[in-house]
């Protein structure tokens, strides 16, 4: 199965600090670039537990004694690190968004290219999925959705036009959804509007803002005094998210200061943001968007 080159790779595991002799996480497996990487810095008593809800991702299962491959989402990464028997790890990597893998499989309705049932589930057995958002959401609240997640400033209009259109047929495919909305996307722009559009309906499909969240403040208590974050985002909306926690350890407002002004935070960030060379947004397209935050726990 084609999985396309990891992001930002040797930066983000160098990011890692890895110990040979450490306990790591990688809570999206995908194709297992990252992982692999992890585990070719491991000595033999080191140990590399890795998260994945897809289950085309479970095809990419490495074969090493020292790998865990786990078939959850990693909002869960508390839990089912504890089933392993793990407390604390060193290290915990991050690279968020949607697999190449998931964008280049027309069946599974990620991709503006394709005309594919509106699906968009990264879990299979998820009950939720882009048909339901589309054709059962209430008008303000699929407004809310696309303001919010995709950034439109016109989302009351687009809702507007969804909901006059499923009234005479339902929306089921992506050519079908692109064809409601034709009016409100030029020709210079279609391609950027739609890829607003699909990422707004995907993260909501997915809770993609909310599983973040959980993961981020579980990583506090899961992670090592000096054990590492490394977190790739695509979008800004959830590297807002990790460099307010790595910042604050919150994700709104301002952390609460002692009796001497000063604030008691997890994370300390490690080095500046990080993003792909040139180079490397030229041999692989998906590092275009991408931006790298290492923290180390304090």
């Not at 594919?116 to 054709?135: G, P, V």
Request: net charge neutral; aromatic share 10%; glycine share 8%.
């Amino acid at each position: 199965m084609k999985y396309h080159n990891p992001v930002l790779l040797a930066e983000s595991i160098d990011g890692l600090n890895v110990l040979p002799d450490g306990i790591y996480v990688d809570v999206t497996f995908g194709g297992g670039g990252h992982a692999r990487e992890i585990l070719s810095r491991l000595g033999p008593e080191g140990k590399l537990f890795a998260f994945d809800q897809d289950g085309d991702a479970l095809q990419n299962k490495l074969e090493d004694d020292r790998f865990v491959l786990i078939h959850e989402n990693f909002r869960f990464i508390k839990r089912f690190l504890r089933f392993e028997g793990v407390k604390k790890v060193d290290g915990i990597l991050g690279d968020l968004g949607v697999s190449s893998h998931q964008f280049d499989v027309a069946d599974r309705g990620f991709s503006t290219r394709f005309d594919a049932d509106l699906d968009m589930r990264m879990d299979q057995q998820s009950d939720l999925s882009a048909y339901h958002i589309l054709n059962k959401y209430e008008e303000e609240k699929l407004s809310n959705v696309l303001f919010q997640y995709g950034e439109l400033r016109n989302a009351r209009a687009l809702a507007k036009e969804i909901v006059s259109a499923r009234a005479d047929k339902e929306i089921r495919t992506s050519f079908e959804l692109k064809k409601v909305l034709q009016r409100f996307l030029p020709k210079p722009k279609e391609h950027k509007i739609l890829a607003q559009i699909f990422q707004a309906i995907r993260i909501e499909v997915n809770q993609e803002m909310e599983v973040l969240k959980e993961f981020l403040l579980q990583t506090t208590d899961l992670l090592e005094k000096g054990g590492r974050l490394s977190v790739i985002s695509y979008h800004s909306l959830e590297d807002r998210l990790v460099k307010r926690f790595v910042q604050n350890g919150l994700f709104a407002g301002e952390p609460e200061k002692d009796f001497y002004g000063n604030i008691n935070v997890p994370f300390k960030k490690a080095g500046k943001l990080i993003i792909p060379t040139e180079k490397e947004i030229k041999e692989n397209n998906r590092a275009r968007s991408a931006k790298l935050r290492v923290a180390i726990r304090n």
